[in-house]
């Protein structure tokens, strides 16, 4: 073999991956694109502001769950605990925020405080003392599980008024859900540039070698699962104003959603590849599902069906181009 | 299978670590159960033992399959549908009528065998994530059953699956007797066999395995199609033990066997660990969850004894081969 073809040989390649990449990347925004197509045949303004906003408030629970869980998975973690902290989030909020005034104030300031806590707690158990993340997370979410239903056995409680009427907010036409979803863009578009940012990226990528050049420390396991944690009680905090009560038993359906909201997005398990666009297009897809379903007048359980579907198809298309060589 | 021999002096320290996660995790099962039988001796009881050995069976049974797949590397989200589709096809399509089992007992594991086929499939060829392979086809299997059983309340389980169950042949429960048979089967399978040891080889290190001769992909298919022979006896232990089913009735069985197994020591990155652990976790965790009752604690107390347990039992059983980091 002549040295040319070698080298064309190696260009191909280099463009098949580039190209494989590109599918990767571009999957949940096409998932998303060709299933907003699909709304849009039975629903009249499915491209309006109305029905972004409409979406958005339906959708933003899993975003924020989702975002959290992606930051995990870049160290090449899972977070069970999110129901957990979710749950827990839901039932204080719902018991304990009084009339409203500086009582609720202080009570969001104390919850927010402890999804970061129960998630540097994650982190010490999974980033320091090097439990299974799987096992560590499942141990807290118990824990969590089992505080809110020691606070609320049933679905209880009720939340002030004013905190309720913040969901329905729309400044400039946009519901602060959207304002919500762009803020937390913003937000990582700077945070990804951050020197922590960077560093808490390639912890993931590749652990020896960033073990190597002094980066692969605890603090950034520490630091993706305590904002992991922060992510889970926020979306709390939002599901109360749309629930005006407080639940148990509300978590749990996001612990393996936001996981697979991460994977659809493009981030992979193993660590090291955050497609935060990816996971919001993600959990907007899994949110569409239902309304599709639901606009079509389909059975409500072939959304489970097709979620299931999508995961497999998508990450199907994700992993054609990336196979390694190895033949085990 | 001679060339993935360990010398002996490191075998001996592997095995006496393993051996030291067991018998912890079984001391500290037995020490709850002694301290708790003390304050309230009816915990003792013949029935209390019983019913705790009852729920432990499947938590164990459901754990085994939870447990092979893990040793491969793994891990089987897809069991609570395969659990709970179990339990409703056999008990549509026996409808009452034990002579039926005959043949729709043999259905139900083909159907299990073939999901845990398209798993291992999946994991090993398409090279999907065990998460997300397993994760999706449980979301398939939940919408499916849904859809194709959900119109109406299923049958109650025919009555020879019932007394199998229930019955009390010995003193022992039925689906105890099943347990222990299975957990001998299990044990010698993975100690005393070629297909254990090309199990460990394939979970500890899937190159060396390959480079040593072990077919991988066909290892680590088969775990995955026994996980899913599991999880389906489970499902069809639980009709006969609840003589009825419902939707949702395998979602207790995915963590608290994945708990059941890091408590006994076994490993979620794959190659290390052993049956009998997870008997031990499956033993700690029902009896955890039996002492409260007793002890008068509302249900919530459970969650967080169950939580508390897994943290501070794997802390102990994994406190020698954890890596620890630098903050």
């Given at each position: 073999?002549?040295?040319?073809?070698?080298?064309?040989?190696?260009?191909?390649?280099?463009?098949?991956?580039?190209?494989?990449?590109?599918?990767?990347?571009?999957?949940p925004y096409v998932a998303l694109i060709v299933l907003a197509f699909i709304y849009a045949t039975r629903q009249p303004g499915a491209f309006s502001l109305y029905q972004l906003n409409n979406t958005t408030v339906f959708a933003l629970p899993l975003i924020l769950v989702s975002i959290g869980q992606t930051l995990v998975i870049t160290t090449g973690g899972i977070d069970l605990s999110v129901g957990g902290v979710l749950a827990l989030t839901t039932t204080l909020a719902a018991t304990h925020f009084g009339s409203g005034g500086g009582q609720m104030v202080t009570w969001i300031v104390i919850l927010l405080a402890g999804g970061l806590a129960i998630g540097a707690a994650n982190g010490v158990?999974?980033?320091?003392?090097?439990?299974?993340?799987?096992?560590?997370?499942?141990?807290?979410?118990?824990?969590?599980?089992?505080?809110?239903?020691?606070?609320?056995?049933?679905?209880?409680?009720?939340?002030?008024?004013?905190?309720?009427?913040?969901?329905?907010?729309?400044?400039?036409?946009?519901?602060?859900?959207?304002?919500?979803?762009?803020?937390?863009?913003?937000?990582?578009?700077?945070?990804?540039?951050?020197?922590?940012?960077?560093?808490?990226?390639?912890?993931?990528?590749?652990?020896?070698?960033?073990?190597?050049s002094g980066i692969a420390l605890g603090r950034y396991y520490v630091l993706a699962y305590a904002l992991s944690g922060l992510c889970a009680a926020v979306a709390g905090l939002y599901l109360v104003m749309q629930m005006s009560s407080g639940s148990a038993q509300v978590g749990d359906p996001y612990i393996l959603t936001s996981v697979a909201a991460a994977v659809i997005g493009g981030s992979r398990l193993s660590g090291g590849r955050p497609r935060l666009g990816g996971t919001i297009a993600a959990a907007y897809v899994l949110t569409l599902v239902g309304s599709v379903i639901f606009v079509f007048g389909l059975n409500s359980e072939l959304s489970t069906l097709i979620s299931g579907l999508l995961l497999i198809a998508v990450v199907a298309v994700q992993s054609l181009g990336e196979r390694r060589n190895g033949k085990v | 299978m001679e060339s993935a021999e360990i010398p002996a002096r490191k075998r001996r320290s592997r095995l006496s670590r393993e051996a030291r996660a067991v018998a912890l995790a079984f001391g500290i099962g037995l020490a709850a159960f002694a301290i708790t039988s003390a304050i309230h001796p009816e915990f003792a009881s013949g029935d209390s033992v019983r019913?705790?050995?009852?729920?432990?069976?499947?938590?164990?049974?459901?754990?085994?399959?939870?447990?092979?797949?893990?040793?491969?590397?793994?891990?089987?989200?897809?069991s609570p549908y395969v659990i709970n589709l179990a339990a409703s096809a056999t008990a549509f399509w026996a409808a009452g009528h034990g002579e039926r089992l005959v043949w729709v007992i043999p259905a139900v594991l083909g159907i299990a065998a073939l999901v845990g086929l398209l798993n291992g499939l999946g994991v090993a060829f398409l090279r999907f994530s065990p998460i997300v392979m397993t994760l999706g086809m449980n979301s398939v299997l939940e919408g499916a059953l849904i859809l194709h059983f959900g119109a109406q309340p299923p049958p109650g389980a025919p009555q020879v699956l019932q007394s199998m169950v229930t019955g009390k042949l010995t003193v022992i429960p039925g689906n105890t007797l099943i347990w222990l048979v299975l957990t001998v089967i299990a044990?010698?399978?993975?100690?005393?066999?070629?297909?254990?040891?090309?199990?460990?080889?394939?979970?500890?290190?899937?190159?060396?395995?390959?480079?040593?001769?072990?077919?991988?992909?066909?290892?680590?298919?088969?775990?995955?199609?026994?996980?899913?022979?599991?999880?389906?006896?489970?499902?069809?232990?639980?009709?006969?033990?609840?003589?009825?089913?419902?939707?949702?009735?395998?979602?207790?069985?995915?963590?608290?066997?994945?708990?059941?197994?890091?408590?006994?020591?076994?490993?979620?990155?794959?190659?290390?660990?052993?049956?009998?652990?997870?008997?031990?976790?499956?033993?700690?965790l029902t009896v955890l969850a039996g002492i409260l009752p007793v002890a008068g604690l509302y249900v919530g107390w459970a969650n967080i004894a169950d939580g508390a347990a897994i943290v501070v039992a794997v802390l102990l059983t994994s406190a020698g081969s954890r890596q620890l980091r630098r903050w």
């Open positions: 073999m002549s040295a040319l073809t070698v080298v064309a040989q190696r260009k191909l390649r280099i463009r098949v991956q580039s190209a494989a990449g590109l599918v990767s990347a571009g999957a158990l999974a980033g320091l003392l090097g439990l299974e993340p799987f096992i560590a997370t499942l141990g807290t979410w118990s824990l969590c599980d089992g505080a809110a239903l020691l606070i609320l056995k049933v679905p209880g409680g009720s939340i002030p008024a004013s905190w309720a009427a913040i969901a329905a907010d729309a400044p400039l036409g946009l519901n602060v859900a959207v304002w919500a979803v762009i803020a937390l863009i913003v937000l990582w578009v700077w945070f990804k540039r951050t020197r922590t940012g960077r560093s808490l990226v390639s912890v993931g990528s590749s652990a020896d070698a960033s073990f190597a | 019913f705790l050995l009852t729920s432990a069976a499947f938590i164990g049974i459901a754990g085994m399959g939870q447990t092979i797949v893990v040793l491969v590397g793994g891990i089987d989200l897809s044990v010698v399978a993975l100690t005393r066999t070629g297909w254990g040891r090309r199990l460990y080889a394939a979970g500890s290190n899937p190159e060396v395995a390959y480079l040593s001769g072990v077919s991988v992909k066909a290892v680590t298919i088969s775990a995955y199609m026994v996980s899913a022979l599991c999880s389906a006896l489970t499902g069809l232990l639980l009709l006969g033990y609840l003589g009825v089913t419902y939707i949702g009735v395998g979602d207790n069985y995915l963590f608290p066997a994945i708990a059941a197994l890091a408590v006994g020591g076994t490993s979620l990155l794959g190659g290390k660990g052993s049956y009998l652990g997870t008997v031990a976790g499956a033993v700690i």
